[in-house]
């Protein structure tokens, strides 16, 4: 029998990677690591998969410090490039009252700069899933190499994860076309599916469009405190969410998403996924910084799954 994603096999042979920026969310004098790709990367290594991201830092204090991080999660270290001529990037975070964040995001920094090698072909070949967004498209060097390596992928996710002003909808549409699997939250299907042209006002009519328009039978949508919609084919499965306190939504929808793939590939229970992946990005939330520890028995209890 098959998972949902994937063959079925044992978590350790089970291989996912990761291609985006890495980089330091910066909150006023502190700092966390950050990077939506890396944060899936992180919180899918936390859950036992076998994860490694690609992506680059510069030659300075900045990036041997994420480097170690990353490696201190157990997630591979070996196709994170350290540039000599670029910078390690860095993110200002803004937080309103609600704990919702804007970006400011430093422009032309190492992962910016990503130029393909066959190490990264041969990883992305080997693994069973792919996982990519769209704010690494800003440069023109990572996007080529993305788009190559998205030539090999068995599975490719598509994380759109838009960050205003980095992306345009041509680019957009592109990469939709090219994914097997697509994650928005509510207010970019709303965006972009305006802006493809679809005739409807609701959420579902929205997803649906976009799904006709790509031909793509996995999407995913969050809505905030408000929980997600997961749609294979022609199956919905719906969770309304989890009440917290919110300390932060940094990384929230990340680890939604990797706890999603997490379930997606290792079990053949897709509402069990959602509610799951609703479940960690609570956690999350509630939580200061985008990779808070979180095991599986705080995940269950926090269920309520005895």
């Not at 969410?241 to 929230?252: C, E, F, L, N």
Request: proline share 2%.
């Amino acid at each position: 029998m098959e998972n949902i994603l994937i063959e079925s096999k044992p978590h350790k042979d089970i291989a996912v990677t990761c291609f985006g920026e890495v980089l330091w969310d910066v909150f006023g004098d502190d700092r966390r690591v950050g990077g939506a790709p890396l944060n899936v990367c992180l919180r899918l290594s936390s859950l036992g998969i076998n994860t490694q991201i690609i992506s680059a830092v510069g030659n300075d204090n900045l990036g041997a410090e994420l480097i170690n991080f990353v490696e201190s999660q157990g997630a591979s270290i070996e196709l994170i490039e350290q540039s000599t001529d670029k910078m390690t990037s860095t993110v200002q975070v803004t937080l309103d009252k609600n704990g919702s964040a804007t970006y400011d995001i430093v422009k032309d920094t190492a992962w910016d700069n990503i130029k393909q090698t066959q190490a990264q072909i041969d990883a992305v070949y080997s693994s069973d899933v792919f996982v990519f967004g769209s704010l690494i498209c800003r440069n023109e060097t990572s996007h080529k190499t993305l788009l190559s390596l998205l030539e090999h992928a068995k599975f490719s996710i598509f994380d759109v994860n838009l960050r205003a002003p980095h992306y345009d909808m041509q680019t957009l549409r592109s990469l939709m076309n090219k994914a097997d699997f697509i994650k928005l939250n509510d207010d970019e299907l709303y965006e972009i599916a305006i802006a493809f042209g679809s005739p409807f006002n609701a959420l579902e009519q929205h997803l649906e469009f976009i799904a006709e328009i790509t031909d793509t039978q996995y999407l995913c949508v969050t809505k905030g405190s408000h929980g997600a919609l997961l749609k294979i084919k022609d199956q919905k499965f719906y969770h309304s969410g989890y009440q917290v306190k919110v300390a932060d939504t940094v990384g929230a929808g990340d680890s939604f998403l990797g706890s999603l793939i997490y379930q997606l590939i290792t079990s053949k229970d897709a509402q069990h996924a959602v509610n799951f992946a609703c479940a960690v990005g609570a956690l999350v939330a509630q939580n200061h910084g985008a990779t808070p520890t979180l095991t599986l028995k705080e995940i269950h209890e926090f269920m309520q799954i005895i």
